[in-house]
């Protein structure tokens, strides 16, 4: 599981394993900017690379950024570019310097992964400061909601920060305190203010606990665009004097990745006002936001990668609050990566001929998580893999081999490139690990382009049973830095939707063997000490698990209740009932999903309720878990009905002893949603 860190010669190719003999040549015969040096900062500048191969290719591209100072990191990793008369092209990569003035260097590498032949040229780019006074200055960005506030040097030793206020508003919000840098210039992006508003700014620089005001300048928002589909908000609580503002944005997803109308992430007040959004210009390039950070999110997108025969979830993104990308990587150079480190299911899927063979596994794309709170700065992301088991596995009965889906949870060092996996067809076996006899609970399964899968490459029609079998349907990393092992070092728990369980990997901060230390859920190694009576208590089909107060504190997580309030309750689809349930069914007024807190005891795997609140609506999937400042709980409600209309509904929940009373925040009219937070300003993400 653990990682040579160089780049492979010879690997799997996007069609055939080839090992071609190293004589063929790249050459770079271009690096163009869009727009000429210098340029402000915060200007986009679009770079484009060309190069020649005298190997059959692909040529990928990467590029590098160094700041001024600084030393070359991966900012866009290899992808494939396009060929045209003989020249390789990359794809456009947009470079927003949003940060401090100076020469930077931006680099590109041309590399033929099939023969191992490359060919890099690095050059320089001059950035101009914004400010060049003594008073700050304030621009537009993309974004008509995002701002760009540029003050003049202070001290090294000193703190800098920016207060902004909406004009005749008491509430102000603050950006995070940073080291200053002088000689450069400060320049920080300022958002969540409300569209076609007027907003008072100035710096404050604090040295030896000394905090000075600079002078105010003002910052006028413009309207949302017409053409981005704001989806409409309904606010559920009336907001008064005395209403907490403590958590004051509701940041949300709309959409999953996939087919139709992609509405853009907002963030909103709590009157359901819109105060930021992001929306990538290509709108088919849609994303699936899944983490904010400090002023940064990270996101799974849609887009073109090394397998030409799909754009699904193939690119991971991290974006900054204006929507310029931070930083790329995708599908293509982490199967590299990971065949590289012996990962036998990270083939290309389109890497092996009709019908694929019993044994042949392959990684599709991205899904439902991406985090960074590794330490070091690393991130971890789930991606779908499919395999080929013989007939009959897993009580297939079409008498053909059976296309199964699985997870690899990949760990990445922060240049993005892999340097951990967990596969879980590695852990299958059974025991006390994963079971591939054990099927998803209410036997779900996959087809290509069906809604809620991954995408499906290896079915044949008469080659293959006819529908994927949806095993693990991963859905929540979270990295657990103290664990109750007595380690010092961390482990990852992951959700697992379709077999209703949570689980721990054994990953001890890269030095872990991957296996599971323990299965929390039905029929798994814990026992629920069920203090509320609950006729069901355990979760089932759950989502976003994760533990509060930094790892010390109780487990959150949305039960979204599937298996609860199926039909076939109680009953698992290949081992009949499971131990301690049997088929109890939900009653009328269980049949929602419920927001949960859980204490987990290790020494005694034991897990006691904290809040298990019936949140009076049934959402069949997606969903969100969170603890507020104040104690209580945010949930999301990701998909319900009223009628054929689907809603999304974020609710707060106040603790015991006021057990399940529930304070309504927002409702999203006429569309799913797939993850909120709630949030005191776009700089303070939640901790879980």
């Keep these: 599981m653990k990682t040579p860190q160089n780049r492979l010669l010879c690997v799997t190719g996007l069609l055939a394993l080839a090992c071609a003999p190293v004589f063929a040549t790249v050459t770079i015969s271009s690096m163009t900017p869009s727009l000429a040096a210098p340029q402000l ?50 794809q456009p990569y947009v470079w927003a310097p949003t940060g401090v003035e100076g020469t930077y260097q931006i680099q590109v590498i041309a590399k033929d992964f099939e023969t191992g032949e490359s060919a890099q040229t690095t050059v320089t780019y001059k950035v101009d400061p914004l400010v060049t006074g003594s008073t700050p200055v304030v621009v537009k960005t993309a974004n008509p909601l995002v701002a760009l506030f540029s003050s003049p040097a202070c001290a090294v030793g000193s703190t800098f920060r920016v207060s902004f206020t909406k004009s005749k508003s008491k509430y102000s919000t603050l950006t995070p305190w940073i080291p200053c840098r002088a000689p450069y210039t400060m320049t920080v992006e300022i958002a969540g203010m409300h569209e076609n508003s007027t907003y008072d700014m100035f710096a404050q620089t604090q040295t030896g606990g000394k905090v000075v005001d600079g002078p105010t300048v003002s910052f006028t928002t413009e309207a949302v665009p017409g053409n981005v589909p704001v989806p409409g908000f309904k606010p559920l609580k009336k907001l008064t004097r005395e209403t907490d503002r403590s958590d004051s944005i509701i940041l949300i997803n709309p959409t999953q990745l996939g087919g139709g109308l992609h509405y853009p992430d907002v963030a909103t007040d709590l009157a359901g006002d819109i105060l930021w959004y992001y929306y990538p210009t290509d709108v088919s390039h849609s994303d699936l936001l899944t983490r904010p950070l ?82 070091n700065g690393y991130s971890a992301v789930i991606a779908d893999i499919e ?11 079409s008498g053909l081999p059976v296309d199964i889906v699985g997870d690899m949870i990949i760990v990445l060092n922060a240049n993005w490139q892999a340097v951990w996996y967990f596969d879980t067809f590695q852990h299958d076996g059974g025991g006390t690990q994963l079971d591939i006899n054990r099927p998803a609970v209410l036997g779900e399964t996959c087809v290509a382009l069906q809604g809620g899968c991954p995408p499906i490459f290896l079915l044949s029609k008469g080659n293959i049973a006819a529908a994927a079998h949806d095993w693990l349907h991963a859905n929540s990393l979270y990295y657990w830095p103290a664990p109750q092992n007595g380690t010092s070092k961390g482990d990852i728990v992951w959700s697992s939707r379709h077999q209703d369980w949570v689980m721990r990997i054994n990953y001890q901060d890269g030095a872990g063997d991957g296996h599971i230390e323990w299965r929390m859920g039905p029929g798994g190694d814990f026992t629920f000490n069920n203090i509320y009576n609950d006729d069901w208590p355990w979760f089932s089909h759950q989502h976003e698990v994760g533990f509060e107060n930094a790892g010390a504190g109780s487990m959150t997580l949305f039960d979204n209740g599937n298996t609860r309030v199926s039909p076939a309750t109680g009953v698992h689809a290949s081992t009949g009932p499971i131990p301690g349930l049997g088929s109890v069914g939900c009653k009328p007024i269980d049949c929602n999903s419920r927001g949960m ?33 104040d104690g209580d709980y945010f949930f999301l409600a990701g998909i319900a009905f009223k009628g054929d209309n689907p809603y999304s509904h974020s609710l707060e929940v106040h603790p015991p002893p006021a057990h399940g009373a529930i304070t309504p925040a927002l409702d999203l009219e006429g569309t799913e949603s797939y993850r909120a937070w709630q949030m005191k300003s776009m700089y303070a993400p939640p901790t879980t």
């Excluded at 396009?82 to 990359?90: D, E, F, K, V």
């Excluded at 395999?387 to 009965?397: E, H, L, N, V, W």
């Design 41 to 90: 900062v915060g200007t986009p500048v679009t770079w484009t690379a060309k190069a020649t191969d005298t190997g059959a290719g692909p040529l990928t591209f990467q590029f590098n950024l160094a700041h001024p100072g600084g030393v070359l990191a991966m900012a866009r990793d290899f992808n494939v570019g396009t060929l045209g008369s003989g020249t390789w092209t990359s």
């Design 597 to 629: 807190a859980l204490t987990v005891d290790e020494a005694a795997m034991t897990v006691t309720p904290v809040l298990s609140a019936d949140l009076g609506y049934f959402s069949e999937a997606i969903g969100s878990a969170q603890l507020l400042e």
């Design 387 to 397: 395999r080929i088991f013989p007939a009959g596995t897993q009580g297939d009965t």
């Design 294 to 375: 400090v002023g940064t999110f990270l996101a799974i997108e849609n887009g073109t990668a090394w397998n030409p025969t799909t754009p699904q979830a193939q690119l991971l993104h991290q974006i900054d609050l204006a929507g310029n990308i931070v930083k790329e990587t995708n599908t293509g150079i982490l199967q590299h990566e990971l065949l590289a480190m012996g990962a036998t299911d990270a083939h290309a899927c389109n890497a092996v001929a009709s019908p694929a063979p019993v044994g042949f596994g392959c990684l599709g794309g991205f899904h439902h998580d991406f985090i960074q709170s590794l330490p």
